[in-house]
T-cell receptor, first 115, second 113 residues
Framework: GAVVSQHPSRVICKSGTSVKIECRSLDFQATTMFWYRQFPKQSLMLMATSNEGSKATYEQGVEKDKFLINHASLTLSTLTVTSAHPEDSSFYIC???????????FGSGTRLTVV | GENVEQHPSTLSVQEGDSAVIKCTYS??????FPWYKQELGKRPQLIIDIRSNVGEKKDQRIAVTLNKTAKHFSLHITETQPEDSAVYFCAASASGGSYIPTFGRGTSLIVHP
């Protein structure tokens, strides 16, 4: 099946700094990618839908100026957490439609810890 | 929008027993229902899926059933093994548009050896 590569897998940063997370579709083109946030023992919360060549669509309650999404190519979407605070610490994971089947394939996730 | 309810939140079984996880959805337009298994700190992995034109699908020890009229679908795992222990998520989505899935809250399955 299709593979989505996500980096970094873990990152620790200081409060006030920015962190960039990358998701790449390795063997297929992804015009749309989804960014999720997952708190411990909770479900996947959709943050935004990333569209290649256009602005991302953010879910209600998600600050677009804080969580910057860029989908500059058909194989790369990035999520930048700007001016990170400890409450931004979470597991961030991206997803794309699997072109070989109707499901979705997920990146490996990024564990962000803001200290 | 779509609303997916998943039960139970926690399920504890003995090795060899069966486990059943149930989900309901609200949007009658939903026609694709995948199930994901997520181990701690790892990505969700698709384990089985079903489309609305099928009532049941089976893959070895895993099966999924769908009742479109009642808008509910279930995951059945038979002969459970300790390695089945994980969090399982159901999801529902509609064809067309961007296929944005709505996930259930997840079920933590614990299989005791």
């Amino acid at each position: 099946g299709a593979v989505v590569s996500q980096h970094p897998s873990r990152v620790i940063c200081k409060s006030g700094t920015s962190v960039k997370i990358e998701c790449r579709s390795l063997d297929f083109q992804a015009t749309t990618m989804f960014w999720y946030r997952q708190f411990p023992k909770q479900s996947l919360m959709l943050m935004a839908t990333s569209n290649e060549g256009s602005k991302a669509t953010y879910e209600q309650g998600v600050e677009k100026d804080k969580f910057l999404i860029n989908h500059a190519s058909l194989t790369l979407s990035t999520l930048t957490v700007t001016s990170a605070h400890p409450e931004d610490s979470s597991f961030y994971i991206c997803s794309a439609r699997d072109p070989d089947r109707a499901g979705y394939t997920f990146g490996s996730g990024t564990r962000l810890t803001v200290v | 929008g779509e609303n997916v309810e998943q039960h139970p939140s926690t399920l504890s079984v003995q090795e060899g027993d069966s486990a059943v996880i149930k989900c309901t959805y609200s949007d009658s337009a939903s026609n694709y229902f995948p199930w994901y298994k997520q181990e701690l700190g790892k990505r969700p992995q698709l384990i089985i899926d079903i489309r609305s034109n099928v009532g049941e699908k089976k893959d070895q020890r895993i099966a999924v059933t769908l009742n479109k009229t009642a808008k509910h679908f279930s995951l059945h795992i038979t002969e459970t093994q300790p390695e089945d222990s994980a969090v399982y998520f159901c999801a529902a989505s509609a064809s067309g548009g961007s296929y944005i899935p709505t996930f259930g809250r997840g079920t933590s399955l614990i299989v005791h050896p």
